[in-house]
């Protein structure tokens, strides 16, 4: 009777562990920045929209801004836990090639970009302009050197940490060439700080402790939407607006490659293109079929579109940040 219970107990046990193996899911790991993950970013709905049609689990790991990112995979190097990288921009995509850290992939998509696309390794997800925002109704400047000789103050982030940081270097860069040092050693008096990435700037503004932030002109359609409260705006430079396009890719060392070009292809789907303009409060790479939600076309649109190829961006990266930081320490 003893040894018929002990048998018993012993093929329950195989049963359960057998039971627990065959439900198990596998993991895909996903390195993103903060706000992405954040409960009022894409993340939540991403992972709800995924794991309804990949039979995973997602998880979206939260890495500060951007360019952390970067910085994060090269450290962790073949050793790394994620399986994509997810916020990466065109400023950061040479450099993230020479690492030899990602693989192709295996997405085709029509994009609607305002530029051309034909990475074989990375995948664009969403766009934007870069802009500082700003109180609606006030009188603020139209170009850098009126900004740098007005008494406003802005708030931007660090280019070493985050990408719109980044973007900025090279929008300066972009509009003025040799003479960027010259206008950042003048805008230098009306920097209040330099945040490691944009939520930390958003949110200090959003709490008065400058006129302006560097954001991007989609931003207050935030506002605009999600609060119904319209007294956010971007001001609207001569010089033109440096465009972005945030980007994704597999890492060369996952051991789930396959559920990795799954995620890259279903993030150029509707499913998660529609999620993008309401909760990253960007342009989708790829317009949804229902087009884009009411009130963005209440949003600047640039005249001047100022833009460097991933290889450019490298090259003018290199000699703007030196610059940059000079004009800062002084």
Not at 93 to 107: N, Q, S, W, Y
Not at 123 to 135: L, T
Request: proline share 5%; hydrophobic share 45%; aromatic share 10%.
């Amino acid at each position: 009777m003893e040894d018929d219970l002990k048998h018993l107990l012993i093929a329950a046990g195989l049963l359960t562990a057998t039971s627990a193996m065959a439900v198990e899911k596998p993991q895909l790991t996903v390195y993103t920045y903060d706000s992405f993950v954040s409960d009022w970013g894409p993340g939540p709905k991403v992972e709800e929209a995924f794991e309804a049609v990949c039979e995973c689990d997602l998880k979206l790991v939260g890495v500060e801004d951007g360019a952390a990112l970067l910085s994060r995979i090269r450290l962790e190097g073949k050793n790394s836990d994620a399986d994509v990288v997810l916020g990466l921009d065109t400023n950061l995509v040479e450099t993230a090639k020479k690492t030899g850290l990602f693989a192709p992939h295996t997405v085709e998509a029509q994009y609607t970009l305002p530029v051309e696309w034909a990475d074989e390794t990375f995948v664009p997800y969403d766009w934007g302009y870069f802009a500082f925002v700003h109180k609606a109704g006030e009188t603020v400047p139209t170009n850098f050197r009126e900004l740098a000789k007005s008494d406003a103050k802005i708030l931007i982030q660090d280019p070493r940490s985050s990408t719109p940081g980044l973007g900025l270097l090279l929008w300066v860069k972009a509009a003025y060439g040799d003479e960027a040092a010259d206008v950042w050693a003048d805008l230098s008096d009306n920097i209040v700080t330099v945040t490691k990435g944009w939520s930390e700037a958003y949110g200090l503004f959003l709490d008065g402790e400058a006129e302006m932030v560097l954001s991007y002109t989609t931003s207050p359609a935030y506002h605009l939407i999600a609060e119904e409260d319209n007294s956010k705006t971007t001001a609207a430079f001569e010089e033109g607006h440096y465009m972005q396009v945030e980007v994704a890719a597999k890492l060369a060392g996952t051991d789930q490659p396959e559920l990795a070009d799954k995620f890259l292809s279903f993030m150029v789907s509707d499913a998660f293109q529609t999620i993008i303009p309401t909760t990253n409060w960007m342009y989708p790479a790829v317009t949804p079929k229902g087009g884009l939600p009411a009130g963005f076309d209440t949003l600047q649109v640039p005249e001047k579109a100022l833009f460097f190829k991933p290889e450019e961006a490298a090259a003018a990266r290199r000699e703007a940040l030196p610059e940059w930081l000079e004009a800062l320490s002084q």
